[in-house]
């Protein structure tokens, strides 16, 4: 259902900003899988990291590419943790550049920014926006999705912006007119670039749209955790900052967090197109039953791993809603204002 922004959203955008965002406490977990070595000296096998769930679902997209029969030339490509193209740092890019196929295939809805659209949440969230009548604007590195990264008509209703994220200048004009923004920001890597990324990216995304006074911002970040703080420190240090900045600069439930577990979906590996809903459907079904949930709340370091899977389509949609100012989004919310749960999307996405 299509949701046009009020009076009080569009006379919002000229009120006074709100100050820069500080920390809160989030920690973090991780899953051991083994898989056989690529590129190493003793051609044996090695242990890698997982944060559940974002790296989680690189390690299912592996293991179905390897149960499909797939060349195992793939599965470094698939496995490789590296920062998307459209948030490079290393970029020296100062300018933006804007694509789209056909403009006449705009709305004239309420407009929706993406950050990091071009990813595999982005996109879904960008589909959202359009199914429910807005105007969609993804910021990204790489620009449109070309070749088999994407296909779709929609691709054509979504303005296309490539930039650094970095370089706030060079596409904060894009948020003039906007009612919300999403940022699907996040990458892995050594802490100070995750921290950077995933920080850093984050919170200047943040104040970029709260010196805009675009109303409402919404930030997809990961499932709460009880592990010990210092696995992944930089990833979720950055994590930790990123939500403060959300919630202190959009205060009075104009800023949303979105805490899912292991997302599921059809990923787009290249050309290939991977259903991780096989294995993340049937999860989510399992972790719901008991004793799961009495369990993920007593065992230690299980809080995380035994979260039910949520689908691409669920978190979309609610972020999609959370930035449009959807009332019915701000009825579900959780035990803290803003911040959005496993159980609290999944509840939404049936209602919004």
Request: charged residues 20%; contains cysteine.
């Amino acid at each position: 259902m299509a949701h046009n922004a009020g009076d009080g959203d569009r006379h919002y955008r000229r009120l006074q900003c709100h100050p820069p965002p500080q920390s809160l406490c989030l920690r973090t977990v991780r899953i051991c899988l083994s898989f056989p070595a690529h590129n190493t000296r003793d051609h044996g096998t090695f242990l890698i990291l997982f944060q559940f769930p974002q790296i989680f679902k690189e390690a299912m997209t592996a293991a179905l590419a390897r149960g499909f029969g797939l060349p195992s030339s793939l599965l470094p490509q698939m496995m490789k943790r590296r920062l998307p193209r459209q948030f490079s740092s290393s970029s020296t890019s100062t300018t933006s550049t804007s694509t789209n196929d056909d403009k006449s295939n705009f709305s004239s809805g309420p407009k929706i920014v993406v950050l990091g659209g071009s990813g595999y949440v982005g996109r879904h969230v960008l589909q959202a926006a359009l199914n429910r009548g807005a105007d969609a604007v993804s910021i990204n590195r790489s620009g449109k999705p070309e070749g088999g990264q994407a296909s779709g008509s929609w691709l054509s209703q979504v303005k296309w912006v490539a930039s650094d994220v970095f370089d706030s200048n060079s596409w904060a004009k894009e948020l003039e007119g906007a009612v919300g923004v999403v940022s699907c920001i996040g990458a892995f890597g050594s802490n100070a670039f995750m921290e950077r990324i995933n920080g850093d990216a984050n919170v200047l995304a943040v104040e970029t749209a709260a010196k805009a006074c675009v109303p409402h911002f919404v930030y997809v970040s990961t499932v709460e955790n009880n592990l010990p703080d210092f696995i992944l420190k930089g990833y979720f240090k950055g994590k930790k900052r990123a939500e403060e900045a959300v919630l202190k600069s959009f205060p009075g439930r104009k800023g949303m967090v979105l805490r899912p577990s292991f997302v599921y979906g059809t990923r787009q590996v290249g050309s290939l197109s991977l259903p991780l809903a096989a294995v993340g459907r049937p999860m989510e079904l399992l972790f719901r039953l008991p004793p799961f949930p009495s369990l993920r709340q007593t065992l230690p370091g299980t809080q995380a791993l035994l979260a039910p899977p949520v689908s691409v389509q669920a978190v979309a949609t609610v972020a999609a809603a959370g930035a449009l100012g959807d009332g019915r989004v701000k009825e579900g919310e959780g035990e803290r204002e803003g911040v959005l749960s496993v159980d609290d999307i999944v509840r939404l996405a049936r209602i919004v």
